[in-house]
C-alpha cells in the first residue's frame, strides 16, 4: 500500500476518534451545567449503570434473548428468502404473483402488523420473530431479484460455454455475480431487524418469559430508571455497531470489495 | 484441433413480424489447424456466425460439423473469446480463472496438476506475475490475455473469437495480434477470429472471408499465404488490402 494511502487511512479513523471524544465530553458536561442529570444521566452515569446493569442486573440476560430472537428471524428470513428468491426464477408466473406481494407487502411496517400477528400466534417470542422474519423479508427478496436480473448476459453464455449444467451455473456464476445485491440486502436487513424487534417490545409489550432490549427499556422508562434506560440504548448501538463495523464490513472488504465488484 | 464444416447456413430474426435474413448460404470448410479471420461491415452478421457455430444461436437451416459430427448446443469443444473484458470470473483470482474451468471439464483433479497447467498457461501469455490478482486489478489487454489462456488450456477443437481485440488500444491490439499468432503456431488450434479490421484479418489469418450486408453472403473467400511477419507496407500486403477492402460495403445511413 503507498504511504499516502496509509496517511489518509490514519487521518480518517483519528477524525471519527475525536468526534467520538468530543461527543462523549459534551454529553459528561452539558447535563452538568445544565442541571438536568435527572432526565438525560450524563456519560459517566450512563456506563457505569451499562456497565453495573450488565453484570449484576438483568440487562445482559435481555441481551441475549433479544440476539437470539434476531439471529432465529435473521435464519428464517434468509432462508425464506432463498426459496421465494428461487422460485421466482424458476417460474415467470410466480415471479409475477411474488412481484404484487412484495408491493403490498415492502412498504407495510412490521409494527403496524404485529396487533394481527398477535391475534393469530398471542402474545410472545414467536410474533416478535414474524415481526422481525416480515421486516428483512422483503427487502432481502427486492435485492436478490434485483441482482440476479442484472447479471450480465456474457458471464451466463460465458458459464454455459465453460461446459456448465443448470444448477453449476446457479451455483458457480449467478449467485457471485449477485452477490453484491445480496449482500446490501443482508445489511439492510440487519438494520431493520434491530428496528422491529426493539419497536414491537416496546411499544405492545410483548415479549416470552425474559424479554429483549426493546422490553428492557420499557421497563427502565416505567420505574423512572433514567440510567438503565440509556445502559439498554447503549446496548442496540453497541451491538448493532459490532455487527454493522465488524462482521457485515469485513465481509465487504473482503468480498464484493477486493473483487472491484462495489455497488 | 478439428475439421469444421458450415453446409448452407441461413439464419434471420423476427424484427416486428418482418422477417430479417441475417445469414444466408454460408459454406465454409476448415481443416484442422485454419486459422480464419472473418471480415465484414458492422452489423452484418458476423457475431451471429460465430454464435451460431457456438451454440449460442440456433440457425433456420444448414448445417454446422465438426470431424463430420453436427454440433449440439453450447459446450467446451467450441470455446468463445468475447470482445467485452467482462469475460473473467471477478471473484476468482487470474489463476483460480484458469483452473475452474478445468476442474469443471474433469481435465485433471490433481492439484499439482491443475496449478501446473495454470502456471504453464499464464507464462504463455506472460502474466504469470499476476497469477494471484483479481482480474479488477489488471488492464483491459491483460484481462483478454487471461480469457485466451483459460480457453487454450481447455484444449477447444475450435477456438472461437469475435473481435477480441476491438476495445483495446492500438498498441496493445498490435501486440496481443503477435502473441496470438504465435500461440496458433504452437498449438495449431482451429481458430475463427471475427474482425471489422481488415489489417488485423491479413495479419492473423491464413483463410479469410467478407461477408456482404443483410442478409450476409460470403463475397470473396481469400487464402492467406504472405509470409511471416505480415507488414503493412509491403506490397503484397497492401495489394491484399486494397481487395479485401473494396469489398468491404458500408451501411449508408
Known sequence: MAEKEINDKRKSLATRLIFLVALFVAWEFLPQWTGSEKIIPTFSMAIEAFWVNLWKGDLFKHIVYSLQ??????????????????????????????????SIMHPLPGIALLPVVMLLVG???KSIIIIIVHSILWPLIVNALAGFRAIPRIQLELGRNLGMRPFRLIWSVMIPNAFPYILSGLKIAWARSWRALVSAEMVFGASGLI??????????????????M?????????????????VLKTLERKTVQKWGMSL | MSDLQVKNLSKSYMLDDKVLPVLKDINIHLKSGDFLTVLGPSGCGKSTLIRCICGMETPNSGEILIDGQPISGVGPERLMVFQDFNQLFSWKTVKENIIFPLKLNKISSNKQELNDTADEFLKIVNLQKFANAYPNQLSGGMRQRVAIARSLALKPKVLLMDEPFGALDAQTRAILQKELYQLWEQFKTTIIFITHNVQEAIILGNKIIVLGLQPAMIKMQKDNHIPYPRMPETAPFMSLWKTLY???????F
Open chain 1, 69 to 102: 430472537l434476531i439471529f432465529t428471524g435473521i435464519l428464517i428470513g434468509m432462508l425464506l428468502a432463498f426459496i421465494l428468491t428461487a422460485l421466482c426464477m424458476l417460474s415467470k408466473r410466480f415471479n409475477d404473483v411474488m412481484d404484487v406481494i412484495v
Open chain 1, 123 to 125: 402474545l410472545g417470542a
Open chain 1, 211 to 228: 424479554g429483549g432490549l426493546g422490553w428492557y427499556i420499557y421497563k427502565t422508562r416505567f420505574f423512572m430508571d433514567v440510567s438503565g
Open chain 1, 230 to 246: 440509556f445502559a439498554g440504548l447503549i446496548s442496540v448501538i453497541i451491538i448493532g455497531m459490532i455487527v454493522d463495523e465488524l
Open chain 2, 246 to 252: 473494396g469489398q468491404l460495403e458500408t451501411k449508408r
